[in-house]
């Protein structure tokens, strides 16, 4: 797989790519961050903190040149009684609002799974997990139709109180 993937949206002429994420990429991040996740918490200090660890892959996709989404994932410990091996946990995902049900963030979603499966073995996880608000139905149906399911869990809540619900997936 080449460190940047492109594909071409043929109405628009649009070119979307996906690379490595760079230094420069942060405040990117940080500011998508702030505008898709204010209202659960201060998640632009958050992921501007997963950002900068080291073990975390992030991902931006770019249309003309422009970042328009982001994907963070790291492998994590299990937060359950599943056996004791690290969960790909996808930690951020976010597409600017212009770009929201174009494809992109399903584009970074399957990156992020594609990465966590090629470096699963050596750190023998067998399942990516991901964390979303239960009052947030766009996305829960989202990461339900890549083949995410609902995980029964405690009471688990966002710094501002929404109710979390943890989604599972096999790698």
Not at 3 to 21: K, M, T
Not at 67 to 80: C, E, H, I, K, R
Not at 121 to 138: G, H, K, P
């Amino acid at each position: 797989m080449s460190a940047v993937e492109r594909s071409q949206d043929e109405a628009c002429g649009a070119v979307l790519a996906l690379r490595p994420a760079g230094p420069n990429d942060r405040g990117f991040v940080v500011s998508l961050a702030l505008e898709s996740f204010a209202r659960l918490g201060d998640y632009d200090r958050i992921l501007g903190g997963w950002f900068d660890h080291a073990d975390v892959v992030t991902s931006i996709a770019t249309v003309d040149g422009s970042p328009v989404g982001y994907v963070l994932w790291a492998f994590v410990a299990p937060t359950d009684d599943a056996p004791l091996r690290p969960v790909a946990d996808i930690v951020g995902l976010g597409v600017s609002a212009e770009w929201r049900r174009a494809g992109i963030g399903r584009a970074l979603l399957d990156r992020a799974l594609l990465q966590a499966r090629t470096a699963a073995a050596s750190v023998r996880a067998e399942r990516a997990a991901l964390s979303v608000a239960e009052d947030n139905v766009a996305a829960r149906s989202f990461f339900e139709r890549a083949g995410f399911v609902p995980k029964p869990s405690e009471d688990t809540r966002y710094p501002r109180g929404q109710r979390c619900l943890r989604l599972v997936k096999p790698l």
